[in-house]
């Protein structure tokens, strides 16, 4: 029986390159979105000539709701989940002094909360199947800039959420984070100033997404590693 793995975020940018990546190693899959139907559409249609079994799974994650509702989907499709990613996120660039209740509850459920609530709904599951959690935490979570705050005290909490969820799911679920840093350019950041922070890296260069999922590779590849935090920034 083929493994099942479950991405949030997985239809675009990082979360569509982790999303191929584990169908080419042979994992029927579980995808979220929010708004992007289309490449969602795309994604499954692709995955699915190449013999793919795809569930999308369409939501907002800062809705507890919404995600008591993907929880019943995906177990009416599904009866084993062996790799959840929690990759689902929301960037906003606000400076700490500018930022209201509002983006701050928004930043903090879809970050945060959510990889919460998702363990915690799945967590039988993956025990069942002796799975596996990677949550996609941010370079900002280990390196805070007071221009994306809220943004990066979010993922600092998800490395923190990620070493907790470790010691309450093993030993039968490993619960691991992956920090990225420059993968892709932000949404609306100009070259010029995304050439300046890829010069502010020590190797000089932008990452890619194959960083990421091949660190994603080898936590699946490494039984003995639970509740760290790989960081994958050339910083």
């Given at each position: 029986?083929?493994?099942?793995?479950?991405?949030?975020?997985?239809?675009?940018?990082v979360?569509?390159?982790?999303?191929?990546?584990?169908?080419?190693?042979?994992?029927?899959?579980?995808?979220?979105?929010?708004?992007?139907?289309?490449?969602?559409?795309?994604?499954?249609?692709?995955?699915?000539?190449?013999?793919?079994e795809?569930?999308?799974?369409?939501?907002?994650?800062?809705?507890?709701?919404?995600?008591?509702?993907?929880?019943?989907?995906?177990?009416?499709?599904?009866?084993?989940?062996?790799?959840?990613?929690?990759?689902?996120?929301?960037?906003?660039?606000?400076?700490?002094?500018?930022?209201?209740?509002?983006?701050?509850?928004?930043?903090?459920?879809?970050?945060?909360?959510?990889?919460?609530?998702?363990?915690?709904?799945?967590?039988?599951?993956?025990?069942?199947?002796?799975?596996?959690?990677?949550?996609?935490?941010?370079?900002?979570?280990?390196?805070?800039?007071?221009?994306?705050?809220?943004?990066?005290?979010?993922?600092?909490g998800?490395?923190?959420?990620?070493?907790?969820?470790?010691?309450?799911?093993?030993?039968?679920?490993?619960?691991?984070?992956?920090?990225?840093?420059?993968?892709?350019?932000?949404?609306?950041?100009?070259?010029?100033?995304?050439?300046?922070?890829?010069?502010?890296?020590?190797?000089?260069?932008?990452?890619?997404?194959?960083?990421?999922?091949?660190?994603?590779?080898?936590?699946?590849?490494?039984?003995?590693?639970?509740?760290?935090?790989?960081?994958?920034?050339?910083?």
């Open positions: 029986m083929s493994q099942v793995a479950l991405i949030t975020g997985g239809a675009v940018r979360g569509r390159a982790i999303s191929l990546a584990l169908a080419d190693k042979g994992y029927n899959l579980a995808v979220s979105y929010n708004s992007s139907r289309e490449p969602a559409k795309d994604l499954q249609k692709y995955l699915e000539n190449k013999g793919r795809v569930l999308l799974l369409e939501g907002d994650l800062s809705c507890p709701e919404t995600i008591k509702g993907l929880v019943n989907s995906f177990q009416n499709n599904f009866q084993r989940l062996d790799l959840l990613v929690n990759n689902a996120a929301n960037f906003f660039s606000t400076p700490l002094l500018d930022t209201n209740c509002d983006e701050w509850d928004k930043v903090m459920a879809v970050n945060l909360r959510a990889p919460h609530l998702l363990v915690k709904e799945f967590a039988s599951l993956l025990t069942e199947c002796s799975g596996s959690v990677i949550n996609i935490s941010d370079h900002l979570g280990l390196n805070p800039r007071v221009s994306y705050a809220h943004h990066s005290i979010a993922k600092a998800l490395v923190s959420l990620t070493r907790i969820q470790a010691l309450a799911l093993a030993p039968r679920v490993r619960v691991n984070a992956i920090a990225p840093g420059l993968v892709l350019p932000p949404e609306g950041m100009d070259q010029e100033k995304y050439q300046q922070e890829v010069d502010k890296t020590l190797l000089k260069r932008a990452g890619t997404v194959d960083d990421v999922t091949e660190a994603i590779t080898f936590l699946l590849n490494s039984p003995n590693i639970t509740g760290q935090t790989i960081v994958v920034d050339g910083r």
